[in-house]
């Protein structure tokens, strides 16, 4: 899949497109701050100029690429700033311990933690009878 990069659109239009891709993923977007200064999250109806791109573009997202290379390729390719967070049941954990794991490790593991699982007892009925 490719994400169209362009001043047309929205960071929430973006962050749509990326979670059809890797529905158990988000990406948020914040201001470039110096260092040593906290991140300023960015509102998603924002424009993508408004947020300081620098130039239209594509950008693919391949399962094997990682979380880490996604990031800097926001950065390098556009001037944004962005994290990827991964669902952990109702939570959304930033990835920055895992940023060298794949898109395609880091939605399988927001699955295996966000979905029910299919059974919740450790015993069959025939187990717990003490004839």
């Known amino acids: 899949m490719v994400l169209h990069i362009s001043q047309h659109k929205t960071l929430g239009e973006i962050q749509k497109e990326f979670n059809k891709a890797y529905?158990?993923?988000?990406?948020?977007?914040?201001?470039?701050?110096?260092?040593?200064f906290a991140r300023r999250h960015l509102n998603n109806s924002m424009s993508l100029t408004a947020a300081g791109l620098r130039k239209n573009g594509e950008l693919?997202?391949?399962?094997?690429?990682?979380?880490?290379?996604?990031?800097?390729?926001?950065?390098?390719?556009?001037?944004?700033?962005?994290?990827?967070?991964?669902?952990?049941?109702?939570?959304?954990?930033?990835t920055t311990m895992t940023d060298n794991w794949t898109l395609k490790q880091?939605?399988?593991?927001?699955?295996?933690?966000?979905?029910?699982?299919?059974?919740?007892?450790i015993f069959k009925k025939d187990d717990l009878d003490y004839d």
């Open 60 to 94: 693919e997202l391949a399962d094997l690429k990682t979380v880490g290379e996604l990031e800097n390729q926001f950065v390098e390719n556009f001037g944004l700033t962005v994290q990827v967070s991964r669902r952990s049941g109702n939570l959304w954990l930033e």
């Open 106 to 121: 880091q939605n399988d593991h927001g699955r295996e933690l966000s979905e029910p699982t299919t059974t919740n007892n």
């Open 23 to 36: 529905p158990f993923l988000k990406i948020e977007f914040y201001r470039n701050t110096e260092p040593g």
